[in-house]
């Protein structure tokens, strides 16, 4: 099931663009987005300069979010979340505009910029102590030299209450 938009819709997208062509859809399609958020991103203008590209590009990225189960604001949200995560200000702020002209208040706003960075920080985190206990199990310079190493003892850590 294809969610909101059908698969013929789909296809009469398709056929409309291969019957005014990709330079007319490229400029229409960069029209509306700056019609609906004040800007065209920059991503969106360099692919302009290869309508194909910025075609194919909107055609999957609409499709994704047109065809979810989810509700646009969620998916809008997930987005900002994901830009956050990435340490992208301009997608954050795309989609965050997006999200707010869908309805979304600055307290989910929030609360999603607070779970990114959580799960961005856990993220680092599980990637570091994996790279270290790797890299500490093996020891490459004492491999060469056939010398064993000895794992150092775990330290028990003391409870809170102090026993």
Partial sequence: MMGKKTKLEFEDRLAQIVSQGADVTAEQWMKVIEEEYGRVPLIFKRMGERPEVLISHLLYKGTVAET???????????????????????????HMLAAMKMGATRDEI????????????????ANAYRIVDDKMEKCIPCEVKGVTKKKAPKQKIPSKSGR
């Fill in 68 to 94: 979810s189960p989810l509700d646009p604001k969620y998916v809008e949200l997930i987005s900002m979340a994901v830009g956050a995560a990435l340490k992208c200000p301009h997608c954050t702020g795309y």
């Fill in 110 to 125: 929030l609360e999603v910029i607070l779970l990114a960075g959580m799960i961005s920080n856990s993220s680092v985190l």
